[in-house]
Nanobody, 115 residues
Framework: QVQLVESGGGLVQVGGSMRLSCAASGSILSTSDMGWYRQIPGKQREWVAGITPRGTTNYADSVKGRFTISRDNARNTGYLQMNSLKPEDTAVYYC?????????WGQGTQVTVSS
């Protein structure tokens, strides 16, 4: 069973930066798509960014130019670098790894951007 452990969330001021990590058990990341999602209470989970095994990245328009998704296959860890944070970026952030066998979600990490 693959497990994803997220870290790096917390409180940051408007305009600040934060990096989220998603560590996978086993070497699944090198052959799987990985994505980051976020959710605020009462709303649907929203896709934020994705990266393919070859390193092709895509971003939601709301974060394009501010967020960067990356992966370190040797460490089985994915990252979401978030810059120029805004209050509307406040949410619980989840990583998702999509393999041929299954989809795996992290437990979520809270990001709060204060003004």
């Amino acid at each position: 069973q693959v497990q994803l452990v997220e870290s790096g969330g917390g409180l940051v001021q408007v305009g600040g930066s934060m990096r989220l990590s998603c560590a996978a058990s086993g070497s699944i990341l090198s052959t799987s798509d990985m994505g980051w999602y976020r959710q605020i209470p009462g709303k649907q989970r929203e896709w934020v960014a994705g990266i393919t095994p070859r390193g092709t990245t895509n971003y939601a328009d709301s974060v394009k130019g501010r967020f960067t998704i990356s992966r370190d296959n040797a460490r089985n860890t994915g990252y979401l670098q978030m810059n120029s944070l805004k209050p509307e970026d406040t949410a619980v952030y989840y990583c998702l790894v999509t393999s041929t066998a299954n989809n795996y979600w992290g437990q979520g990490t809270q990001v709060t951007v204060s003004s």
